[in-house]
């Protein structure tokens, strides 16, 4: 996490209501990552609901946000994932276009079926991002330019609670423009 800190503005704090009642304090990073040009991918790349997402820049390369979380926690030594349950329950490393959606390591797998389970069974909206270093397995949900947050992310963040999960490894990346 140390290279992805280093880029935010600072390290704020969002206090989320959960439908359940009751408060959770997380953590949020404010992030302006580099434009990629072009901004989009050429329509046809991919199916329309990738195309309209914006691109970022990391190291010269053009990728989506959360591909970009992903790229910025392995320059630290963590094994990140891109969890797109959007198009199927896919896991991705590198820009759908660009390479096959892998599978989890065991760890992070399990971490991804105990709290879908928590969350009753249903996987769409997952936390963007899964990644685990040593012992430590984190979430974080991104928020891109024109991304606004909604009541699903904090039944997710309640059922990650229920599941075990501690608040400290749940996160949010702003990037400006996103909620």
Known sequence: MESLVSLASSIEVRTVALPGGGEAAIRSLPIRFSRATP?????GTLAATYVSKPLVSV?????FGELAIVRWLEKDGWQAFWVDTFHRQQFWRVMPH??????????LRSRYDTVVAA????PRGFFDVIAARGDQVIHLEYKGAGDRSNRNEAGWIEAALR???SEHDLWFVLHPGGD
Request: glycine share 18%; hydrophobic share 35%; no cysteine.
């Open 163 to 165: 599941a075990g999960v």
């Open 59 to 63: 190291d010269g390369d053009a990728m």
């Open 39 to 43: 901004d989009r991918l050429k329509p």
């Open 98 to 107: 660009r390479g096959r959606p892998v599978l989890l390591p065991e760890v």
């Open 119 to 122: 969350n009753g069974g249903w």
